[in-house]
Nanobody, 123 residues
Framework: VQLQASGGGLVQPGGSLRLSCVAD?????????IAWYRQAPGKEREVVSC???????HYIDSVKGRFTISRVNARNTVYLQMNSLKTDDTAVYYC?????????????????WGQGTEVTVSS
């Protein structure tokens, strides 16, 4: 199983990025919940957003109204559209997947992890 996260980069405050997480090797991808985590320097990893197999979504308060998670099962892909980026959004973003797809997604102990993509928001 491989999760490939991409789309990070350097962007100015107020800018946008779209992260992608492509899964390879997951049987019945539509069963899975997918999450985006991030870890900033000196801080603990936190779940930013997640989506379960019923398309129920979750966002941490600091990104509500700015970030949107979506999935395209036919492409084994989950996207994280990030708008109105702030310097506090600077972190390495990781995607994760778990077959407990119907659960409340921020509480799932995700089994499969990608390698991370770096997002830097700076002027």
């Amino acid at each position: 199983v491989q999760l490939q996260a991409s789309g990070g980069g350097l962007v100015q405050p107020g800018g946008s990025l779209r992260l992608s997480c492509v899964a390879d090797g997951l049987q019945h991808y539509d069963y899975y919940a997918i999450a985006w985590y991030r870890q900033a320097p000196g801080k603990e990893r936190e779940v930013v957003s997640c989506i379960n197999n019923a398309d129920a979504t979750h966002y941490i308060d600091s990104v509500k109204g700015r970030f949107t998670i979506s999935r395209v099962n036919a492409r084994n892909t989950v996207y994280l559209q990030m708008n109105s980026l702030k310097t506090d959004d600077t972190a390495v973003y990781y995607c994760a997947a778990d077959r407990a797809g119907g659960s409340y997604c921020p509480f799932i102990p995700y089994e499969h992890w990608g390698q991370g993509t770096e997002v830097t928001v700076s002027s």
